[in-house]
């Protein structure tokens, strides 16, 4: 993958086990895509879960869902935040 930078071209398996300049993936970087890229089927899962226990009506899966992704959201944001105060 070339940049617009000169800078040596390394494979993709050093890129990502030699994070060493800003533009390489972190382990921060891939916990933080994980977190991102599992969240929303769990929580749908969640969601519907508690429907099927009758914790809430069906009308209420909605506001649920969107509740827990906006928390999520908020807690990841703060912190990141703090830790890279």
Known sequence: MSKDVPTRERSIRERGTFANHGDDPTLA???SSLFFLLSVPSFILITYAGYWYDMY?????IPVFAGLLVGSITVAFTLMHVLTR
């Open 29 to 31: 970087s891939y916990l």
């Open 57 to 61: 009506s069906y009308g209420m899966i």
